[in-house]
């Protein structure tokens, strides 16, 4: 799978989220509800939540620390998924070589472009679609987490700050919060990568908007979850992916290369010049 075709894959999930939580129940949840998912799933994490926040000094600082409970306990998925992102980052310049070399587009030179590129994969030990396993994973979490503010009155009706969680952020800093640290997210993840096109740098800007635009229709509970979230992913990117390491060490790489390849031409001429001689 190409890297557009991942982020492809990826906006369509958060498509398909959000049309999921537009598609989804009102009804309040309690103890009585039943099904395998408002019952154990949804029901639980909003008790889990108001239990936090009867501890902890109210709503919102119990779907803060919720939040963050979620993100640490995602974190293993998170740190695979970036490794195998950091991976495919460095194929980059291969796979489009082997594109420039198998550019016409018959089925022969695309069946051996699709070879070739396996075998890069399988060298590498990267899974084109691994990378998208965490995201998966998200979606029903994130949509639990969206029921369970959404569905639960005593959420619904508290306060944090100057915002009643149930209504709309109303002057609308939430949703401003939550496209910013959506934007550095997206930047930073991008700003590591060895070559950029008019996708990524479209995706960068997309993203946050698409962010934004959705916020100011939710609760403020929802955009406080995402405001956290979010924040939480940048500095998850400084700390196992920061841009500013990888492209040091990728030019540290570079230079050394550059280095080896010099010594081997000097060695080559005095070789040369030697049998000359």
């Known amino acids: 799978m190409t890297k557009k075709r991942k982020k492809i894959l990826s906006l369509s999930a958060v498509m398909s989220l959000t049309l999921l939580l537009a598609a989804c129940s009102n009804a309040p949840v309690t103890k009585h509800s039943t099904g395998l998912w408002d019952h154990y ?4 994490f909003s008790q889990f939540i108001i239990w936090l926040s009867n501890h902890i000094g109210g709503y919102g600082m119990g779907i803060i620390v919720f939040t963050l409970i979620i993100r640490v306990l995602l974190l293993p998925l998170m740190f695979y998924q970036t490794k195998m ?3 495919t980052q460095e194929l980059t310049p291969k796979l489009k070589a082997l594109q420039k070399k198998y550019s016409s587009r018959d089925r022969e030179s695309m069946l051996k472009m699709q070879e070739e590129s396996r075998k890069l994969y399988k060298e590498a030990g990267v899974n084109p679609m691994a990378s998208m396993l965490p995201l998966i994973i ?8 969206y029921q369970a503010i959404w569905r639960t009155p005593e959420l ?3 306060t944090f700050l100057w915002m009643q969680l149930g209504h709309l952020d109303p002057y609308y800093v939430m949703p401003i919060l939550a496209a910013l640290f959506t934007f550095i997210s997206s930047w930073l993840s991008m700003a590591s990568m060895p070559e950029k096109n008019g996708m990524t740098t479209a995706m960068t800007w997309f993203m946050p908007v698409m962010v934004f635009v959705m916020a100011l229709g939710f609760s403020s509970a929802i955009t406080l979850y995402w405001v956290v979230s979010n924040a939480f992913q940048v500095v998850q990117t400084l700390l196992i992916q920061n841009p500013f390491k990888i492209r040091r060490e990728r030019e540290e790489k570079q230079r050394a290369e550059r280095h080896r390849k ?13 049998r000359r001689k």
Request: hydrophobic content about 40%; proline content about 3%; overall charge positive.
């Open 85 to 87: 992102m950091m991976k």
């Open 41 to 44: 799933i949804v029901y639980n």
């Open 138 to 145: 998200q979606l029903p979490i994130m949509w639990a987490l």
């Open 262 to 274: 010099r010594k081997l031409e000097k060695a080559k001429r005095r070789a040369y010049q030697s």
């Open 156 to 158: 619904k009706q508290g």
